[in-house]
T-cell receptor, first 110, second 113 residues
């Protein structure tokens, strides 16, 4: 079983709609969770971090964490073509290795 | 821009050779992590360095080794290169503040022929 699992996609969403990305993790000791965006040919860029159960909002992005279900999600509101990228879910301990999922390819269609 | 710089950007080696990749961390960051990313996959954790000591290692053989220097810059060394070592190698710096946020360099694309 992979430590962090994501649906590889591609996920196609119309422009202006909400994109919903999901992730599960197996290590109950994980305390920190992240969403990274990676454009083709570029390195991952941190867009959201979440450490407590519940929702965390930053602009058009909302991260959700449910530790009981070992589930992390990312919502992107008012999706734009520039949001088309691979989204990587990651988790880990407070001061140890951060493990990444394989990523979900998101495509925003005009 | 994260302030993390990696060199070289591209490298071509042949099987059996050795390679050294370099990384300068973001100002103020004392922890460096190295990842290997194959095409279409997520980054795979190689190891992390904190205060010049290895602080965690992923499932990579001993021919993958590293160093961290007093200025927090780091090197990744790979001996006896194999074809499967062809990948993007990413360096990420972070603070040892318990939050774990990683800031990536632009990576080194290694091709092993």
């Amino acid at each position: 079983q992979k430590e962090v699992e994501q649906n590889s996609g591609p996920l196609s969403v119309p422009e202006g709609a909400i994109a919903s990305l999901n992730c599960t993790y197996s290590d109950r000791g994980s305390q920190s969770f992240f969403w990274y965006r990676q454009y083709s040919g570029k390195s991952p860029e941190l867009i959201m971090s979440i450490y407590s159960n519940g929702d965390k909002e930053d602009g058009r992005f909302t991260a959700q964490l449910n530790k009981a279900s070992q589930y992390v999600s990312l919502l992107i509101r008012d999706s734009q073509p520039s949001d088309s990228a691979t989204y990587l879910c990651a988790g880990g301990g407070s001061a140890s290795k951060i493990i990444f999922g394989s990523g979900t390819r998101l495509s925003i269609r005009p | 821009e994260t302030g993390v710089t990696q060199s070289p950007t591209h490298l071509i080696k042949t099987r059996g050779q050795q390679v050294t990749l370099r990384c300068s961390s973001q100002s103020g960051h004392n922890t460096v992590s190295w990842y290997q990313q194959a095409l279409g996959q997520g980054p795979q954790f190689i190891f992390q360095y904190y205060r010049e000591e290895e602080n965690g290692r992923g499932n990579f053989p001993p021919r993958f080794s590293g160093l961290q220097f007093p200025n927090y810059s780091s090197e990744l060394n790979v001996n006896a290169l194999e074809l499967d070592d062809s990948a993007l190698y990413l360096c990420a710096s972070s603070l040892a503040d318990g939050e774990g946020k990683l800031f990536f360099g632009s990576g080194t694309q290694l091709s092993v022929l």
